[in-house]
């Protein structure tokens, strides 16, 4: 079993940055992909970002491309999500979400396991 748990979440002003973190415990074995989604009140959750389990390569959702990156540091099974210039629109519950995927994918229900939630509220 894997369990996944974000952190870094809060209230940041429009333009602002912050840094999620999800750390991995258990038997993620090889080729574990990890990803972030996020979801909107009323809304239906989305993918943001997702890294393949070498870090070698990235993907974003167009919404976020260029204002985030995803990185990961293998040695602490933790992955990252750098967030800049935010937007009121960012403001969502971030998930971290993990599985034996290769490479990864935009499709949420190829992941196998899901952390809590971090909220990530941006003020205008």
């Known amino acids: 079993q894997v369990q996944l748990v974000e952190s870094g979440g809060g209230l940041v002003q429009a333009g602002g940055s912050l840094r999620l973190s999800c750390a991995a415990s258990g038997r993620t074995g090889s080729r574990f992909a990890m990803g972030w989604f996020r979801q909107a009140p009323g809304k239906e959750r989305e993918f943001v970002a997702a890294?393949?389990?070498?870090?070698?390569?990235?993907y974003y959702a167009d919404s976020v491309k260029g204002r985030f990156t995803i990185s990961r540091d293998n040695a602490k099974n933790t992955v990252y999500l750098q967030m800049n210039s935010l937007k009121p629109e960012d403001t969502a519950v971030y998930y971290c979400a993990g599985g034996q995927i290769d490479p990864p994918t935009r499709r949420l229900e190829a992941y196998d396991y899901w952390g809590q939630g971090t909220q990530v509220t941006v003020s205008s």
């Open positions: 890294i393949r389990w070498t870090g070698s390569n990235s």
